[in-house]
């Protein structure tokens, strides 16, 4: 472009906000010649998502005018860093205050499991909308008073889908099932969260097949899964040790619906690769898969080297652990296991030949 107008800097400005790109954007803000408030709110929304409290802070100072965008901005940052009384003073102070600016604060306070600060705010937002609800819903699930928000959910004048998933979540959490389903069941629309926090409670309660059946009702019901329901999938496929499976399933992720596999993608086959003795495959998925291996991924083989007296590939694995995390004790346990039981092996095969 020959001439770039305010428009187009935002725009530019916005896209690397969105993508996570804030030394760029902060860029493009800085060669701007004439900025206006939606320059100045884009980039400081943009630097409390990244929690960057001081640098939001510092162009929170510098902007000539606040609005509801920067002010809900300022208080989100501040309750991120537990500055609570600094939140409430900025929304003391603001000259008007909407149900946007409740709710922010509201949800400023439940993010970071403040109850009864939340709590003071929502008895005061003089019309609560679904947003609010949601919010004080998901507040008391969080401080772990899974009653009371489901009465909250009950009282709501609509429940919405994310209250309930914000409740069946907090059910599979507390491995209590039958309320989940039940609340899930209830459900006159489901999404992705939905399905994926009823497979996650099932998978806490050992139930590995539901798990299967109702990633296949999923996508009957035509709602697409996402990361995290596959990573739920693949680990309960995983504790069955059925290698195939999991990695047509694994498969089927990456090319029929476009998900990126993460390293706990990785870690649920080679888990199950370990668990089905094939040590060798597992160690060398560790090697070639594209991430950094992580204490998880070794230490699920040096349990396995254990179960299969695998010395050399145990002491490999534990050596890793040691050097990520040294600190971690389960790691010395289950070498020394490995050695207790590869000694108590041979002796055995010693003895049987001395007979």
Not at 83 to 93: L, M, R, V, Y
Not at 133 to 157: R, T, Y
Not at 164 to 174: D, E, F, K, R
Request: net charge negative; hydrophobic share 45%; glycine share 4%.
């Amino acid at each position: 472009m020959r001439e770039r107008d305010g428009a187009a800097w935002n725009a530019m400005i916005q896209a690397n906000v969105v993508n996570a790109r804030l030394d760029q954007a902060k860029e493009l803000f800085d060669q701007m010649d004439h900025r206006c408030r939606i320059s100045w709110d884009t980039l400081l929304q943009g630097l409390v998502a990244d929690r960057s409290v001081e640098c939001a802070k510092d162009l929170y100072d510098r902007m000539s005018q606040h609005g509801v965008s920067s002010w809900t901005s300022m208080i989100q940052a501040f309750a991120q860093r537990g500055h609570f009384e600094k939140a409430k003073d900025i929304f003391t102070h603001m000259p008007r205050r909407d149900v946007i600016v409740w709710t922010a604060l509201l949800a400023a306070f439940s993010q970071e499991g403040k109850l009864q600060f939340a709590t003071e705010v929502f008895e005061r937002i003089p019309q609560a909308n679904l947003v609010s609800w949601a919010a004080i819903v998901a507040a008391n699930a969080q401080n772990g008073d899974i009653g009371h928000a489901k009465e909250l959910l009950d009282c709501m004048p609509e429940s919405t889908v994310s209250a309930c998933n914000i409740l069946i979540g907090s059910y599979a959490q507390h491995g209590r099932l039958a309320e989940a389903k039940a609340l899930f069941d209830s459900m006159q629309e489901r999404d992705t969260v939905s399905w994926t926090a009823l497979a996650t409670a099932n998978a806490h309660a050992g139930h590995h097949a539901a798990v299967q059946l109702l990633f296949a009702s999923m996508l009957l019901d035509g709602i697409k899964p996402d990361e995290l329901t596959f990573l739920c999938l693949l680990s309960s496929v995983a504790y069955t040790g059925i290698v195939d499976e999991v990695r047509e399933r694994f498969m089927a992720m990456v090319v029929d619906n476009f998900v990126e596999p993460t390293l706990q993608h990785y870690c649920c086959l080679i888990a199950a690769l370990a668990r089905a003795g094939r040590l060798c495959d597992a160690e060398e998925l560790i090697h070639s898969m594209p991430f950094m291996p992580e204490q998880v991924a070794w230490m699920t083989l040096l349990s396995a080297s254990r179960n299969d007296t695998d010395l050399v590939r145990g002491s490999h694995a534990a050596q890793h652990v040691m050097r990520i995390k040294p600190q971690d004790s389960a790691s010395y346990v289950l070498l020394f296991n490995l050695y207790s039981h590869g000694l108590a092996s041979s002796e055995n095969v010693v003895k049987e030949r001395m007979k």
